[in-house]
């Protein structure tokens, strides 16, 4: 069973950078799926990004390509989520989460992190 943690929120001003990181333990992290996904007050949870097992497929929400970056690294049971030129709207309680299959769905994981918040300010 694979475990999930999320780190990396806070708050930031409009315009900057921040990385999340999601920590898996277990020692099948590399035959999982991850994928991104961000719920905003009020909002229902939403797709992010997702990567493949090996890294190389990767698929973005359309609106997000660009300043968004996922990546992974096998070896430290680690996913990344890069994000540049921050805005207010990207506020919102960010999860990782692992899934056997590809997918941008969220019922396709089956495993979640419990979350880091990001707060963007104008």
């Known amino acids: 069973q694979v475990q999930l943690v999320e780190s990396g929120g806070g708050l930031v001003q409009a315009g900057d950078s921040l990385r999340l990181s999601c920590a898996a333990s277990g020692r099948t992290f590399s035959t999982y799926a991850m994928g991104w996904f961000r719920q905003a007050p009020g909002k229902e949870r939403e797709f992010v990004a997702r990567i493949s097992w090996t890294g190389d497929s990767i698929y973005y929400a359309d609106s997000l390509k660009g300043r968004f970056t996922i990546s992974r690294e096998n070896a430290k049971n680690t996913v990344y989520l890069q994000m540049n030129r921050l805005k207010p709207e990207d506020t919102a309680v960010y999860y990782c989460?692992?899934?056997?299959?590809?997918?941008?769905?969220?019922?396709?994981?089956?495993?979640w992190g419990q979350g880091t918040r990001v707060t963007v300010s104008s």
């Open positions: 989460a692992a899934s056997p299959v590809l997918s941008t769905r969220s019922n396709q994981y089956n495993l």
